[in-house]
């Protein structure tokens, strides 16, 4: 006959099925066992993914979301099991990630009475969540009606999850006990999904393109986009900025640095650009229309900020709407908010300026300072190799060239740690035509759950990829790295290792507080990360201060985990990026001087 909690749970699995799950991580308990029993069963139609630690598999299932682009769920057992799946929650939410969280609870009779392992796990994570839903106690009287409700909860969840903007949605299911019985039913055949039409995508507004295509033509302005998990339609937006005349300013995670598409309008270097006095003075623009979250460079958020905010228009444009959890406006200056899909209204609004002339005199000072840049750039990494000095911003570099040797018809992933690796990453990623999709963690940009992001994307590309970061997000997170030797996964891990939190070094918490500065900001931990990389079976690879293309591209084309480890000193690194951001002044200047005279 079974328990009654087996044809509750497979009723529920079913519809989150139908709704497009395929792959569910476990981070394995004795609560949650109906549900491990249902997705280990002979039939189950998912995937499932061991994991030792809640806080990781949470992550790791994130990564597959956001690689994928689908909702993919995690269960735990109860108690603070459940609890460490709140940073990953967060991200979702931030990040717009479609993540379903299933906890498993005790029954009502047992909460709030001193029961072992039971905290309060209802609505747990707050706004957090897109929804959240405390289910009821499978009981054979009312089976029937039950088993409706936990379908109905499914759907939902799963639409929750994936309706823009994506992001995480909690099922709470309290259990009592037995959890499980002698024998193991197989997982029937699950009915075809029931007919449902998916909201479609805000539509642009005829009289807005219309009223934007008249006012746009003949003004200086800037086409900014910023990070996307789902990356933005680049196609579509660079094709806008030709019919404008415009610079694309492109975030290395927007997906508008590399790809096919034409790019001869995408501005890579803007963080050098506006550090540089002259330029940034010169490039004001009178309108930003802007695509995706804030930008990862502070110096061109503070520039646009801060330059003439009452001369410049600022223009959002959001699928997700001011109304939503989609609000985008950091610095508190947008002048109007544009619920539209980013593709379509960037197709409508070129069409609407079709026969329109640009004039393209303010990209073309865009694109001059930012080809002097990024020549000047490669030109100050080589030099700095060349005197034999481990450089943060090498890497990039190497492997940007690695992977697009290394990409196949699959295109190949990278992933940003946060902290300094993401800004390298913003510095020295320069344009490319290899399919080299760049994501990240920077929703709530924490350094926790970095690897296990990386982990779960791996597990979810059919091609390399490669993950950049630092010493203490990489200690943060050393469990996430247990499921690449457990399901036989590939990663290529390229460590930069400064010994303490890099970043702090180039804040003023370095020179506003020199005597305490390097024990409670800077933070050596003084350990031998090799030890770590033994731990979970992989190679670990000491890099040089040169060009280390070859012994990437040779680890990603190796199967499980290569940690290739490059060690710098954090001091020095901030006097290194001074020397690379000068050079490129230099050159940013002598674009500037014809206009100047």
Known sequence: MGLPADRYVRALLESLYQGGVRHVVVAPGSRNTPLTTALTAAGSPFRPWLHLDERSAAYFALGMARQLGEPVAVTCTSGTAAANFLPAAVE?????VPLILLTADRPPEARDVGASQTVDQVGMFGSHVKWAADLPVAEQGALDELVRYARSAGARAA???????????????????PLIEAGDAPFEGIDPPAARIAAPPPAPSSEVVQRLAAMLPGRRGLIVCGPESAPLPAGEIVALGAALGWPVVADPL???RTGGHDRSGVIDCADALVREAGFASAAVPQVVLRFGAAMTSKPFNTWLATTHPDRVHRIVVDAAGPATAGWRDPDLQADESIEADPGAFASALTAALAGHAPDRAYLDLWATANDAARTAMRQAVDDIAAAGEPFEGRPVLDLAAALAASAGPSGATLVAGNSMPVRDIDSFLFSMEQDVRVVGTRGASGIDGVVSGAVGAAAASDGPVALLI???SFLHDLNGL???ARHGLNLTVVLVN????????FLPQRTATPARFDEWWGTPHG???SHAVALHGGRHTVLGAGAEVDAIAAALARPGLDVLELRTDRERNVALHGQVWGRAAEAIRATLAPVEA
């Open 527 to 529: 350990l031998d990360l």
């Open 482 to 484: 247990w499921p690449v």
């Open 498 to 505: 400064n010994n303490g939190g890099g970043i702090f070094s």
């Open 470 to 472: 630092g010493d203490l």
């Open 159 to 177: 639409a929750v999850a994936s309706e823009a903007p994506a992001g995480p949605a909690h099922l709470n299911i309290p259990f009592r006990e």
């Open 92 to 96: 979702a939410r931030l990040s717009r």
């Open 254 to 256: 927007s997906g508008l």
